[in-house]
C-alpha cells in the first residue's frame, strides 16, 4: 500500500469534516446541531487519522511531485481551517473547547496509526499510555470542575408589585357641559361655571357643540385631568377621589380662549357647592347651591317659562314673565316649555343681535321639560339671553 492509498481518503474524509463541522456550528443549519455535529466530527477524525498515516507511513515524501501535492494538500485544509475556526467562533464561543477535542483525539489516533505500520510492536504499550493519560486526564478535570468556585447565580427576581387598586366609581356624578357655540371666542364655554363637587364624586362634561373639545387642567397642562378630545355628544367623566380639593382652572387645548373653574370641597360637601342638580330630563340644568340656604331663611320661589315656540323669533314670546322681580336669597326658577333646547345666559344682546355674557349665570343646555334655577345674593337688575337664540331676551330685578 503506497501512501497515497491513504492520503487521497484522508483528504476526502477530513474535508467533509472540515465543511460539516463548520457548517453545524456557525449556525448556517440549525437542524443538524445534534446529528451533524457527532457525524462530522467522527468523520473528521477518521480522515485525519489516515491522513496522517499516507503522510509518514513510509517517511516524507523525498519526490518533487509528492512534495507538491502534499504541501498544496495541507496548504488548503489549513488555510479552509483557519478561516472556518474565525467564522465560528463569531457564533460559537466554545470553538476553542471544539478545537482541543479535536487535538486530544485526533493527535493520538494519528501517532498510532502511523506506529501499527512504521513500529508495530509499540502499538500495544503506545496504546495503554494513551488511554491511561485521557482517564488521568478526565479525572484531573472532573475534580477541578468540584472544587472551582462557581459563578453566582443570578438573583431571583421579586415579584412585581400589584398594580395600585383603581379608585372606585363615583357614587354620585355631577352633569355639566361643553356649551353649544363655545368654539366662538366670547360665547360661554363651560356650564355650570364655577362648577363646585365634593371630592369623591364624580364630573360628567357632555360636549354640546358641534366641534371637538377638550377639559384639560390648565395649571399643569393636563396632569391634573385631561379629557384628551371630546368629539360632539360625547362625554367625559372625571372621578375626583384621587384630586386633592381646592380650585382648579380649566381649559380647551384646542380653544385655549375657552375657560372654566372646577371647586373640589373637602368629601360630603356638595350640598353646598352651588351648582346640586335639579329634577328634569335634561339631567343637565343646575341650580345654585344657595338654593337650599335661601328657601331655609324664608325665600320664595318665582317661576319663568320659556315658552312654547320660543325658538321661533316672529313668535312674540319668549321669556315669561319676560321680567320678574326677585329679593335677595330668594330664588328664580325657569322651565323649558319649548321643543327644543334652550339657554338661561346671564348678559346683554346688543341692537345688532351680538350677545355679551357677563358671566353671573348660566345655566348650560336645557332641554325641554327641564329646569334651572339660581338664587340670587345680591340686589341689582340682571339680563340674561338664549345662547342659541339671541334674540331671547329677559331681565331680572332683585332688591
Known sequence: MTDWDLLTPGIGLTSIGIVGVGISLSGIAKTFMDGMNAVTLLTMFIGMIFLASGLFKDGFPSTGKAKSATFITLGFLVTFGVAAAVTVSVQVPSI????????????????????????????????????????????????????????????????????????????????????????????????????????GDGVEWTNHDNVPHTVTSKADSGKTFDSKIITPNKTFLLNTATISPGDYEYYCTLHPFMDGKLKITAPGASGAAGNATTSGAA?????????????????????????????????????????????????????????????????????????????????????????????????????????????????????
Open 96 to 199: 476553542w473547547a471544539y478545537i482541543g477535542v479535536m487535538s486530544m483525539i485526533g493527535i493520538p489516533g494519528a501517532v498510532l496509526a502511523v506506529t501499527s505500520f512504521r513500529k508495530p510492536q509499540y502499538v500495544k504499550a503506545m496504546g495503554v499510555i494513551f488511554i491511561a493519560g485521557a482517564a488521568i486526564g478526565g479525572i484531573t478535570f472532573y475534580a477541578f470542575g468540584l472544587v472551582t468556585p462557581k459563578p453566582p447565580q443570578p438573583a431571583a427576581e421579586k415579584p412585581a408589585a400589584p398594580p395600585a387598586p383603581a379608585a372606585p366609581p363615583p357614587a354620585h356624578v355631577v352633569k355639566a357641559s361643553v356649551l353649544a357655540g363655545a368654539s366662538a371666542q366670547g360665547n360661554p364655554s363651560y356650564g355650570p361655571n364655577p362648577l363646585v363637587i365634593a371630592k
Open 283 to 399: 339631567g343637565n340644568a343646575t341650580t345654585s347651591g344657595a338654593a337650599a340656604q335661601g328657601q331655609g331663611a324664608g325665600g320664595t320661589v318665582t317661576d319663568v317659562s320659556i315658552a312654547l315656540g320660543a325658538s321661533t323669533p316672529t313668535n312674540g314670546q319668549f321669556f315669561s314673565p319676560a321680567e320678574v322681580k326677585s329679593s335677595v336669597g330668594s330664588m328664580v326658577k325657569w322651565t323649558n316649555h319649548d321643543t327644543t333646547i334652550h339657554t338661561v345666559t346671564s348678559g346683554k344682546v346688543d341692537t345688532s343681535g351680538t350677545p355679551t355674557p357677563d358671566k353671573v349665570f348660566d345655566s348650560g343646555l336645557i332641554k325641554p321639560s327641564a329646569t334651572f334655577s339660581y338664587v340670587f345674593e345680591k340686589p341689582g337688575e340682571y339680563d340674561y339671553y338664549c345662547m342659541l337664540h339671541p334674540y331671547m331676551t329677559g331681565k331680572v330685578a332683585v332688591s
